[in-house]
């Protein structure tokens, strides 16, 4: 991204004085309601799993960038973000190892195999959760609860737990939607507070980091989508890791599209693979892989939605 | 081109799997351990073989415009030979190889041998041409399927044939699932590629300098 020289857009092109390292700084910043929320549920295991990921990424980055002689370029803080991003989405008890796999294969396979920063076709972060959920789907599906009381679960076990989704799927229990906003339900580590994220989400938006179009669009399909299938919409929006992947992961610039058509498109997408999944799926959640699969389809969808040139007449057929 | 160059350019140089990427499927199908990689390179090895001594020989009979249905003929006689032959010996093996030794027969490293090698030169180039490149098949099949193996189960060396479970190097639970799912055996192949480009590239630099 930065330093390539290659500009890859029409003019006139107007320079803002944002660089990588100060969007990916923010980005962090606005990961830490999360994150001390994941903190506050699953206690300092889940701060272990963040440090582990986190440094995992960076070393395995600057590993291999002084392997094959490359510029270092960790202090764009792209490999700590997707670390970070990584950490949030395992589940809070996973072997610490298996977290350092796969914030290693993250950035190995997904990231510096495609040519690094800004070559990646898809989220790196997503493609670790994804790779542990093939390689340990045991380890990966094992949830905790954060507090002793659920009363609204027979026969409950704190210390072995379903996730809110997987509950309503399997035995059509629903979590109350306080609990679901505040985030004490079991979950990935940094998925689970709907209110967390929110406050992050707002501070990426009013610094104008990331734009509406692909989180509401996405977040509307799923709503929409779940209301005409019976289910409850507002459970939806706020159960699983929908709200985390729509503002944190779809919203990733390298992995979406670029174009305003494109970005509704993508997010329309996102969620409409993500209410299949998690109404006809396998799996209960269906966030992780409905962005990974629009990861695949961005390149296409950035072609066909290029904009109108200003003064570009259409053409008659 | 002498006898000894013909057999040992399908090791490495020109193997087939690493370097041709000839027969894939059967690369990703059957790459699951050691046993199997080795039952299914030699299976591979006896048809290629035996299919590249009789197209040789026949070289000037075959009638060029219908020579791929003669290849697949003989081939066939010697992929029923192996089937026949694990069924009675190796009953296990067999079960786990499955469709893929009925599907030798369109193996494209066999057809390919046939049509460009076996069809052009000798008997005896052909022979060594069919050992090397069946060899080089079965080598990268053991590597691929050792790791896998490894990755993917925790033991190595298993072979239910001989009741033998294997070497265990660690617990079952903690072996990664998808080293042994295709997508598994497409990042690992693609990683031993990579390897082994970049040291013939790192060697040819050192041989230039």
């Not at chain 1, 509704?264 to 396998?282: A, N, Q």
């Not at chain 2, 351990?33 to 299919?51: C, D, E, H, K, Y």
């Not at chain 2, 076996?118 to 069919?130: R, T």
Request: glycine fraction near 10%; aromatic fraction near 10%.
């Amino acid at each position: 991204m930065n330093g390539t020289g290659l500009i890859v857009s029409s003019s006139p092109h107007q320079r803002a004085a944002v660089s990588t390292p100060v969007i990916m700084s923010d980005v962090i910043l606005a990961l830490m309601p999360a994150a001390l929320a994941g903190v506050w549920f699953f206690g300092l295991r889940a701060l272990a799993m963040m440090v582990v990921c986190v440094a995992t990424a960076v070393g395995t980055e600057a590993g291999l960038e002084k392997l094959m002689r490359k510029p270092l370029t960790i202090g764009d803080y792209s490999a700590a973000v997707a670390g970070f991003l990584l950490a949030l989405v395992l589940p809070p008890d996973l072997p610490l190892w298996m977290g350092a796999i796969g914030a290693a294969f993250a950035m190995a396979i997904a990231k510096f195999i495609f040519g690094g920063l800004g070559q990646n076709i898809f989220n790196p972060a997503l493609i670790g959760r994804a790779v542990l959920l093939a390689s340990w789907p045991v380890f990966m599906t094992r949830w905790r609860w954060p507090i002793f009381q659920a009363p609204w679960i027979p026969d409950f076990d704190a210390v072995s737990s379903a996730t809110p989704l997987a509950l309503w799927k399997l035995s059509g229990i629903k979590t109350p939607y306080l609990n679901l906003f505040v985030g004490n339900v079991a979950g990935s580590i940094g998925e689970t507070s709907a209110l967390a994220i929110l406050i992050g989400a707002a501070y990426l938006l009013w610094r104008g980091h990331i734009s509406w179009r692909i989180p509401v669009s996405f977040v509307g399909t799923v709503a929409v989508l779940a209301a005409l299938f019976g289910q409850d919409p507002l459970f939806h929006v706020l159960a699983g890791g929908l709200l985390l992947g729509a503002f944190f992961m779809a919203t990733d610039y390298v992995t979406s599209p670029v174009t305003p058509k494109g970005q509704l498109v993508f997010g329309i997408g996102c969620g409409v693979l993500t209410v299949f999944i998690r109404l006809y799926g396998g799996y209960p959640e269906g966030v992780c892989y409905a962005i990974l699969i629009m990861n695949a389809a961005t390149a296409l969808i950035d072609r066909l939605t290029v904009p109108r040139k200003f003064g570009e007449v259409k053409k008659v057929a | 081109m002498s006898f000894r160059s013909e057999l040992t350019k399908g090791l490495v140089r020109e193997n087939p799997t690493f370097r041709i990427l000839l027969g894939m499927c059967p690369t990703m199908a059957t790459s699951l351990a050691i046993s199997n990689g080795i039952g299914m390179g030699i299976a591979a090895t006896f048809v290629l073989v035996g299919s590249n001594v009789i197209v040789s020989m026949l070289r000037n009979v075959i009638p060029s415009r219908i020579r791929i249905p003669c290849y697949i003929v003989v081939i066939a006689s010697f992929v029923t030979m192996v089937d026949l032959v694990m069924a009675a010996f190796v009953p296990k093996l067999h079960e786990v190889l499955g469709i893929f030794i009925p599907l030798i027969v369109v193996n494209c490293i066999i057809l390919a041998r046939a049509e460009a090698f076996a069809s052009k030169n000798g008997v005896l180039y052909s022979l060594a041409d069919g050992i090397g490149m069946g060899l080089g098949f079965t080598l990268a099949l053991t590597g691929l399927s050792a790791i896998r193996e490894l990755l993917g189960t925790g033991t190595l060396l298993a072979v239910p044939d001989f009741g033998f479970p294997g070497f265990k190097v660690f617990d079952r639970s903690l072996a990664a699932v998808m080293v042994i799912l295709p997508p598994g055996g497409f990042i690992t192949l693609g990683l031993l590629i990579g390897l082994l480009n970049s040291l013939t590239r790192r060697k040819k630099k050192a041989a230039q300098a």
